[in-house]
């Protein structure tokens, strides 16, 4: 079973919600859509689902075109950030009555009830009302509800963004192996980086109603095609510094130069612009090869066992994740180092010019 | 600016509460610094809400006194308070321009106009609306709308406090940490009292130099994001910190030695005597460091990788033990877990044995 994608667009208004997207989603797969609020997730997923009609293109189910189908007609099940369940029914009647709408015979409906509800662990709760249960056990009954039709593609709107942290936490957990035991091709919205790579799968990383790249998550996060991936697929969000290529060497901001190393050495001299992210850049000298900044701090963020620094280069303000907790002053001057084997290089229109270095390795 | 003094505070919504059960809020017993950074942290239904409604004014508690400095405002309305409040979602006025949504507490208060213009240009740069100060807050997106909330919050110099109630949960991931940021330097800049509820733990411990943390109507542990980190006082203190939380495991402990379930041994390095009742020793997957020769034998059931680092999804002891592994490190053939010395905690009916010869 497959969804393809052929060229599909939608425009609301004049505006292009969608430009032209083309995606092969196979069967038993996990694919996060992760892009910021307004990136055009909803209207994609609206698209597969077959709620709204594209102004171009077509949408394929295993090879059949069912661009023109309604809604009610394809196999598709959508859940949205508000989990809703009927509080004057039992768990049972919950997670039956989308069987129920059609009609399905009672022997039918108890072996999918009671089929979806071990799967979710809602077997001891199908004679309780929600309202009796726990956060995540009424949120797993709405999920039981999006299931037990069996449909081959479940579509998940940030499903957890209304839910307290520690929930979010332990249902990340547990989504994965709900879509590997019901065999569907799950789609699901994050604007969450850390929730698309917990997720795993594949994702698409969304930007003003493109789909910038597609593939594995962590591919797609450890090799962005482009400087949009990158900084949509960054959470702290990705530093970046001008670098400039002379000869064998590259200066990146106001350090001192350094070897072009791999990828970078086969580069034309030239500008470019250097990204990193924020677990790679150090408060001590690494022992390998490392560039030194020296910067000022801004503010640090301690979370317990590490420690958020957020500093400033010249124009660029950067943030970096490190190990420990370091209580230091405001305001003050602090060097950092990086090393190179970290950097990507966009060139001026933001394509990848080199990958960074471990990334290959990793 | 006001250091807040809670005597004896508990609260409970049933006219005669019987016992314990019946309060939403425990007794407590706490003073809060002047200009101190506070968080309020735990999961809904914990008590959060009801504390700072009590804080606010909104509430008036059932038993106990609050303090603001010296003055008791226990029966004080919210208005007679002076404090400043910041809620979930944006609060503006659409017919308003931005600046003059942010002076709107000090047009209020009867301040002069050259104080409220150099006052409101400050909060404008801090928040980053200097180039929309002009424009009506109609139309701007939620983000914008709850920067001009925030940034109302702040423009008082003069309030005892201010109260923060899950301000960032309508902003995106990226906007989150500039706000957060910008919250911070504000505190650091101004030294107001500010007490922020959440349910986000990476909120709570950036944001505050102390973090309350409630479960169950009681504060059960209040300390430095560190404290909570390396010394949780109670299991759900281990668990709701960290992510993913501690591993616990139930034991059998005297002196330095950890005797598990299976009979395997753990040393401690540190004297805890022989603590009685339901004992287990917890250690962060921050702190299980995997080998090919010391430890534990575990089983590795599957690897997430978060990009940073791995959490590795382990059984041990037949029971789910998360690791957390650092980039780049490969998983061993035959992988065995180690725990970092000094870094067990030990826990008797779920609160903490601290180590005998040592205060924390």
């Not at chain 1, 420990?324 to 010019?353: E, I, K, M, N, S």
């Amino acid at each position: 079973m497959t969804l393809e994608l052929q060229g599909v667009s939608r425009v609301v208004g004049g505006r292009d919600h969608i430009h032209p997207t083309s995606m092969t989603l196979r069967n038993g797969t996990m694919n996060v859509l992760l892009g910021p609020t307004l990136s055009g997730k909803t209207s994609l997923m609206r698209l597969m689902a077959g709620l709204d009609k594209p102004n171009s293109g077509r949408i394929l189910w295993e090879g059949r075109d069912v661009t023109g189908l309604r809604v009610q007609d394809r196999g598709v099940a959508m859940v949205y950030q508000q989990f809703i369940n009927y509080p004057g029914l039992t768990v049972y009647e919950n997670i039956a009555s989308p069987l129920r709408i059609l009609r399905r015979s009672t022997a039918e409906i108890d072996r999918a009830v009671r089929h979806t509800a071990e799967m979710l662990r809602l077997t001891p709760m199908l004679e309780r009302k929600p309202l009796e249960l726990s956060g995540g056990q009424q949120q797993r009954c709405a999920l039981a509800r999006a299931l037990v039709k069996g449909a081959g593609l479940v579509l998940l709107d940030e499903p957890l963004a209304n839910l307290d942290y520690k929930l979010r936490e332990e249902l990340r957990v547990e989504i994965p192996k709900i879509f590997e035991a019901s065999g569907a091709i799950f789609v699901y919205a994050t604007t969450e980086p850390e929730e698309a790579l917990l997720l795993g799968g594949h994702t698409a990383t969304l930007w003003e109603g493109r789909v910038t790249q597609f593939g594995p998550t962590a591919e797609v996060y450890r090799n962005p095609h482009d400087a949009t991936t990158a900084r949509v697929f960054s959470d702290p969000p990705m530093n970046f510094v001008p670098a400039v290529k002379t000869g064998g060497q590259v200066r990146f901001g106001e350090s001192a130069s350094v070897a072009a190393d791999g990828a970078m050495s086969a580069l034309p001299d030239g500008r470019y612009l250097a990204g990193f992210r924020a677990n790679h850049l150090a408060l001590h000298r690494p022992s390998g090869a490392a560039v030194e900044f020296a910067c000022k701090l801004a503010v640090t963020e301690i979370t317990g066992s590490e420690t958020f620094i957020h500093v400033s280069h010249g124009t660029d303000r950067w943030v970096g994740l490190v190990g420990g907790v370091h209580d230091l002053t405001p305001g003050q001057g602090v060097q950092v180092w990086l090393d190179p084997a970290h950097v990507y290089l966009f060139d001026a229109d933001g394509r990848l010019a080199a990958p960074a270095a471990y990334a290959k390795a990793a | 600016m006001a250091q807040i003094t809670l005597k004896n505070l508990a609260h409970s919504y049933l006219p005669n509460p019987k016992g314990e059960q019946d309060y939403a809020l425990k007794e407590m017993d706490h003073v809060w610094q002047d200009g101190g950074a506070y968080a309020l942290l735990g999961s809904s239904g914990c008590g959060k809400t009801t504390l700072l409604n009590i804080i606010s004014g909104l509430l008036r508690p059932s038993h106990g006194r609050v303090l603001f400095g010296d003055r008791d405002v226990t029966d004080a309305a919210t208005a007679e308070r002076n404090i400043a409040q910041v809620f979930q979602f944006p609060v503006v006025y659409d017919t308003m321009t931005v600046r003059d949504n942010l002076a709107f507490p000090l047009r209020n208060r009867g301040q002069d106009a050259a104080y409220i213009k150099r006052r409101v240009d400050q909060i404008a740069k801090m928040i980053g609306m200097e180039a929309m100060l002009s424009r009506k807050a109609q139309g701007l997106t939620a983000d914008a709308k709850q920067k001009i909330s925030l940034g109302r919050g702040m423009v008082r110099e003069d309030v005892n406090a201010i109260l923060f109630d899950e301000p960032l949960t309508v902003i995106d991931p990226h906007m989150k940490w500039e706000l957060r940021t910008q919250l911070k330097q504000l505190h650091r800049e101004f030294g107001h009292t500010m007490i922020y509820v959440t349910h986000d733990q990476t909120e709570a411990l950036t944001f505050a130099d102390k973090v309350v943390v409630m479960y169950d109507g009681r504060v059960v542990q209040l300390g430095t994001p560190e404290e909570l980190f390396e010394t949780p006082a109670h299991t759900f203190v281990g668990y709701f910190i960290g992510s993913p939380g501690m591993n616990f495991l139930d034991a059998r402990v005297s002196g330095t030695h950890a005797m598990l379930v299976s009979g395997a041994g753990v040393d401690l390095g540190d004297d805890h005597g022989t603590p009685s009742g339901r004992v287990q020793i917890g250690i962060r997957p921050e702190h299980a460091v995997l080998t090919e020769g010391q430890g534990l034998p575990v089983t590795i059931r599957r690897v997430e990788d978060v990009g940073r680092h791995r959490i590795l999804r382990a059984e041990l002891e037949g029971q789910p033990f998360n690791i957390v592994q650092p980039e780049g490190q490969p998983v061993p053939a035959l992988p065995r877990v180690a725990f970092v010395p000094g870094k067990i905690n030990v826990y008797a009916d779920d609160w903490r044995v601290a180590p005998q010869g040592r205060a924390a």
